[in-house]
């Protein structure tokens, strides 16, 4: 049985409200802030949104000198202007206690997410293809997510033999791969079947109060791109179909 999970005291959440709420500055989309908005809602921290919506926006922000690369996603927290996607989520795990609790639990979380955003990248710019590339990206996809990527997480649960990843509590790995697990379910509904510890951990970890509340209806979880929100992706970052999922490493435009 998953016993009841409280990530931060009543004392401490009053803390971080009279402290100021976090503020993410991003399009008005997934993107590399999803799983952010994830990490945070996990947590139970409540968040604010600057979402920009045109090209003119985007660089009205990279102007105000808070950019450092002149890249998003940022965020403002703890008197800071965080940028670049793995420094704010490994910041956001230590600081939310979701990063283990020594540094061998904090190498393991870090092999998982590593691995799991190697997947969510793929079908992050999955929506970019040409027309004529969907149907072998998308085959593409699904073959790596489960003859490379889910037989690593379903060993892991099983030779664990615990409700999470890493030690006994929940942990950035475990935020991350349900996302992934959710993310591919979009492109295969069926994608999990001859995985059952990961059909369990799906189910579990759902369930815990916070996240349960993220996956609601009218929460800040963001839907996948539609054609619409494709062209303001292009037309915000200049970016084009085509992008080639196979070389993923090749893509240095950090969205």
Known sequence: MLEAHH?????????????GKPKLHYFNGRGRMESI??????????FEEELFETREEF???IQGGTLMYEQVPMVEIDGMNLVETRAILRYLAAKYNLYGRNIQE??????????????????????L?????KEMNLEYILERATTKFFPVYEKALRDHGQDFLVGN???????QLLEVILMAEECKPSVLTGFPLLQEFKARISYIPTIQ??????SQRKPPLDESSIESVKNIFKFERGMFLKNMST????Y
């Open 169 to 175: 509590r929940l942990s950035w790995a475990d935020i």
């Open 251 to 254: 893509i240095v435009a950090e």
């Open 129 to 133: 293809s040409l027309p004529g590339e």
């Open 7 to 19: 990530l931060l005291r009543e004392e401490e959440l009053e803390s971080l409200s009279m402290a």
């Open 37 to 46: 908005r994830w990490l945070l809602a996990a947590a139970g921290v409540e």
């Open 213 to 218: 509340k993220f996956l609601q209806p009218g």
């Open 106 to 127: 904090q190498a393991w979380i870090d092999m998982y997410v590593e691995g799991l955003k190697d997947l969510s990248d793929m079908i992050m710019f999955f929506p």
């Open 59 to 61: 660089e009205k922000l």
